[in-house]
């Protein structure tokens, strides 16, 4: 597959681009969280608010980390 080395812990994604990726990431299905527009995930004990702001894909995210006043665009975080 083409994410036969990637070894992650957690994996957050957007529902439209779940949709899109899912047959290449099913491996990582049991560490996949999906999120929408608005939601907010603690992540180690800091909260996070994901944003679905349509660029590179239907389901590009915003990630804003609330506690440090950062935000965070792009494929990864």
């Known amino acids: ?7 992650v812990e957690k994996v957050y994604i957007s529902e439209p681009d779940y949709a899109a ?6 491996q990582f299905d ?4 999906k999120v929408n527009h ?6 180690y004990g800091a909260p996070y608010v994901f944003n679905v702001v349509s660029a590179h894909t239907e389901g590009s995210l915003m990630i804003t980390d609330t506690t440090h006043g950062a935000l965070f665009t ?4």
Do not use: M, P, R
Not at 21 to 26: K, S, V, Y
Not at 30 to 33: A, C, E, N, R
Not at 74 to 77: I, L
């Open 1 to 7: 597959t083409v994410f036969a080395d990637v070894d």
């Open 21 to 26: 990726a899912a047959e290449a990431i099913t």
């Open 30 to 33: 049991s560490k996949i969280t």
């Open 38 to 43: 608005g939601d907010t995930v603690n992540i």
């Open 74 to 77: 792009g494929d990864t975080f």
